[in-house]
Every structure is written in structure tokens, then in C-alpha cells.
């Protein structure tokens, strides 16, 4: 199908008989170990990528992740647009939070005795 609509009308049809919502995560599932995605250096198949499957931008980005896979895992995109608290004006905004937390563990003196 060439027809950009008739793709869209198509995909509609597709989500609805599976019950996908229209803003999405998705990635390929290349049934890959960490450390076999590292060695074929895959892993930027193994981040999810937001998708609006009602944009053409988004189903040219879709068309290109299915090029090189041959499964697909959608995951819905929660927190819908309504609960985002990131705002500017009356706009609502994605946001991502990534917190690293370095913990350091102190044996005592009766572990260090048990280890010796």
C-alpha cells in the first residue's frame, strides 16, 4: 500500500482488532541476551520508542523498527497525556526521571572474621 491514508485506515483496523492504544512504546523483540545484543550491537532496538500511531513521522519510525526484526513488543504509554506533570503553560509534557544510586556496604567486624 502506497496511499499514506489508506495505511493509517489499515493500522486503525489493526490496533483496534488488538486492542492497541493509539500512543505507544515499542521495540523489537530480538529474543537476545544482554550480552548478545552488546556483541551484535543491537541495543538501540532495546530501548522503547514513544510512538503516536496516528502520525506519519511515527509509522515511518514503526516501518523502519519492523524492518529489522521480526516481532514487535507495544506497550501502552502510561501515564496518558492528561496525567503528565510536566507543564509549560497549558501544555502537558513527557518526562523521564533516571535516578543512579551508588550503595556501599561496611562489613562489621564479626563478617569480616566469618570471610577471613
Keep these: 500500500i502506497t496511499d499514506p491514508a489508506q495505511k493509517l485506515y489499515q493500522l486503525k ?3 483496534n482488532d488488538h486492542d492497541i492504544p493509539e500512543l505507544v512504546y515499542a521495540n523489537a523483540d530480538l529474543n537476545l541476551s544482554v550480552m548478545e545484543s552488546q556483541e551484535q550491537k ?4 532495546r530501548k522503547p520508542m514513544w510512538l503516536d500511531l496516528a502520525n506519519p ?3 515511518d519510525l514503526l516501518k523502519r523498527l519492523t524492518q529489522s ?7 501502552e504509554a502510561l501515564p496518558d497525556e492528561s496525567q503528565h506533570w510536566l507543564t509549560q503553560g497549558e501544555d502537558n509534557y513527557v518526562s523521564e526521571l533516571q535516578f543512579e544510586i551508588d550503595v556501599c556496604v561496611q562489613q562489621t567486624e564479626d563478617q569480616q572474621g566469618e570471610a577471613a
Design 42 to 45: 543491537v541495543d538501540k532496538y
Design 13 to 15: 483496523g489493526f490496533m
Design 57 to 59: 513521522i511515527c509509522l
Design 69 to 75: 526484526c521480526s516481532h514487535v513488543v507495544f506497550r
